[in-house]
């Protein structure tokens, strides 16, 4: 069963969340720490002190509820969705997927542009925002890409496409594997890929390598404690408002493009998301319950390329593994392409897939 839903946040836990913010207890930092350290002190506590006195959850709420949100349950778990229809009724599906730690707020500047040509469906992933928590083991991205097959079969869509950055490109590709038949073809603006000695790369794809190969044998922070201990991290996230904020404002900071910033309301949008649901557990799982070695995916496969994303794809080793049928490089943006850089993004998604409908892909 498919049901109507609207946000509407207690204002018991929005008093409490201003109380916990009003009480932190503050860590020292080194004299020019810079980001030496972590985050810097300065800069979380202006946000902190934003978040409490000049942030509007409410204000945001109600711009949300001008969303249809929707949810169902599979397989026992609570699915929370946004369904906007094209007033083209004949206009192909497409499923976009958020990633960590983004939500499906990620995707509120390409609604509209992209409604004009398409059916969109905007799932939460199961353990995130109004999807969580999950209450067992095994939400996997392949797990979750069957789960968006049967949101999709539900809806009544026969055929469609997906998209998504992070784990929403694992995800989208997932479902082009698991479900061939329906998936049209699958866009993503992250595809890590891994070095194989019979390419023969140029000497930009080999930078890009060893990005690529420094970042894997470094393995950041957040990632290794995610996949390890979620729960333990889960308990100084879920009870810190201003340690969920580090969590999470880090990774913005660090992963944008400079010259397209996500703004402050919104990344605190995102961040209360996580913390009002306490999803910050349930959410880290799923570095915990993916594995690799999932079913490849063959449907046509569109790639777009942010030279500011933690890594980027060498195309020559891409199309040793998929049916490349397009492929952009982006001259600004970062890791959150759709919030960073709607205009483009959507442009993208709307070129691949229009492309494929009419045939003209390439």
């Given at each position: 069963m498919i049901k109507p839903f609207h946000i509407d946040i207690p204002q018991a836990d929005l008093d409490d969340l201003a109380d916990r913010l009003a009480r932190t207890r503050w860590p020292n930092e080194v004299a020019d720490a810079g980001w030496d350290y972590g985050f810097p002190l300065a800069r979380l506590r202006e946000l902190a002190e934003y978040w409490r006195t000049g942030y509007d959850w409410r204000a945001h709420e109600a711009e949300l509820n001008e969303l249809p949100h929707f949810t169902t349950e599979i397989e026992g778990q609570n699915i929370h969705f946004v369904h906007v229809r094209s007033a083209n009724p004949d206009a192909l599906a497409l499923v976009l997927t958020h990633g960590w730690p983004g939500s499906f707020l990620e995707f509120l500047d390409v609604i509209e542009p992209l409604s004009h040509d398409f059916h969109l469906v905007i799932p939460s992933i199961?353990?995130?925002?109004?999807?969580?928590?999950?209450?067992?083991?095994?939400?996997?991205?392949?797990?979750?890409?069957?789960?968006?097959?049967?949101?999709?079969?539900?809806?009544?869509?026969?055929?469609?496409?997906?998209?998504?950055?992070?784990?929403?490109?694992?995800?989208?590709?997932?479902?082009?594997?698991?479900?061939?038949?329906?998936?049209?073809?699958?866009?993503?603006?992250?595809?890590?890929?891994?070095?194989?000695?019979?390419?023969?790369?140029?000497?930009?794809?080999?930078?890009?390598?060893?990005?690529?190969?420094?970042?894997?044998?470094?393995?950041?922070?957040?990632?290794?404690?995610?996949?390890?201990?979620?729960q333990t991290i889960g308990y100084a996230l879920t009870d810190s408002p201003v340690g969920q904020l580090a969590w999470i404002a880090e990774r913005f900071a660090q992963w944008t493009d400079p010259r397209s910033p996500v703004g402050d309301d919104r990344m605190l949008t995102d961040v209360s998301l996580y913390w009002l649901t306490a999803t910050a557990a349930s959410s880290a799982r799923l570095h915990h319950d993916t594995t690799r070695g999932n079913a490849r995916c063959r449907v046509p496969l569109g790639v777009a390329v942010l030279p500011h994303d933690i890594t980027q794809s060498v195309r020559p080793l891409a199309e040793r593994l998929y049916d490349i049928r397009h492929w952009s490089e982006f001259t600004r943006g970062g890791h959150f392409a759709a919030m960073e850089v709607p205009d483009l993004l959507a442009a993208d998604i709307r070129d691949f897939f229009l492309g494929l409908v009419s045939g003209e892909d390439g």
């Open positions: 199961p353990g995130y925002g109004f999807s969580g928590p999950t209450h067992e083991r095994g939400w996997s991205v392949d797990r979750i890409a069957r789960a968006w097959a049967e949101l999709m079969r539900r809806l009544g869509y026969e055929h469609y496409g997906a998209q998504g950055g992070d784990f929403g490109s694992g995800i989208s590709t997932a479902l082009g594997a698991v479900a061939p038949e329906h998936v049209v073809g699958v866009h993503v603006n992250y595809l890590p890929t891994r070095p194989d000695p019979a390419v023969e790369l140029s000497e930009e794809d080999e930078a890009r390598l060893e990005k690529a190969k420094k970042l894997m044998a470094n393995r950041p922070p957040y990632q290794a404690l995610q996949a390890a201990t979620p």
